[in-house]
């Protein structure tokens, strides 16, 4: 795992740098063609003819004296930079709040989640507007651009009106454990677009808000760990029940976390073929139910040796016949 995240991050850096040099590139494209000096004379006369052609007004990077205006380029770093600031010191303060309702941690994440949108449409709008462009017409402009990238979205909208229902039904919040299509595992967040879910096993289960149409929530109800004990048609059954009495009993005093009420002695399960089967039940939380059905199999096993109780191996048969 750690060398998978080793490759990403170089992988994730460059990316950066290569996004951040296409954009500048495009920025000198439209604003200066007469910087790329890697273009011949004709290609350069070309990209300035286009962007007077097309962005006449809108990216009135040039000076009145025809030279180039590097005030607003400063202005424009300088406004990103603060946009970026503002984000990290928001997120920090955000990040030093800490509740005990996981319905507020959900909030908080999600509240987090907004504000790195919000800041990247008030950078984008803010910087257009630093380069000249008219802000009514910018914010129309995003307006249709919306619209139409609305019909062409239509699961991403799914996506976020899902996350919008699932957050103000409280069907979950981060920090349940639920089941979605046989995969079971605890919210570690709900985004706007997507929820992870992560399983015992450390695995991240990234699904659609849109996707999640049927689940079981685990942690609205105590669940119950089952254990089987079986034990020898010969020996006592009064006396084994008369032991795991005794374990269920000391259960919540030895294991407070695990079991806040003591176990139940259900009775006879089954009458196997080489043994009787006896079965217990706790009400636990979800996220115990196997630390908590691993404990009680070995006080059992332990209740049941130091009672002189045997439980038998499974019936093994040897074929005697001929072939």
Known sequence: MKTNESKSGPKRSIGRAAGIAV?????????APQLLVFLSPAQREAVSLFSETYFKGFLPLKTAE???????IAALIFMIAACWAVYRVLSWIISRFSFKSRRAETIKGLAANLLRYC????????????????????????GIMALVIGFGAQSLIEDIFAG???????????????????FRGTVKSIGIVSTHIADQGGNIRIINNSDIRVLTNLSQVPSIAVSIISIAYSADILKAEAAIDEVCARMPNQYPELFPKPPRYLGVEDLGESSVDLKIAADVQESNI??????????LKLAMDAAGIEIPFPQVVVWQGKE
């Open 23 to 31: 954009i500048i590139l495009m920025l000198l494209a439209l604003c």
């Open 164 to 182: 919008l229902f699932i957050l103000f039904e409280g069907r979950f919040y981060v920090g349940d454990i639920i089941s979605i299509d046989n």
């Open 290 to 299: 196997y630390n908590a059905r691993r404990t009680l199999n070995r006080e």
């Open 119 to 142: 800041i990247v449409i008030f950078a984008a709008v803010f910087g257009l507007n630093i380069l000249g462009a008219d802000i009514i017409t910018v914010i129309a402009g995003l």
């Open 66 to 72: 025809g030279g180039f205006d590097f005030m607003r």
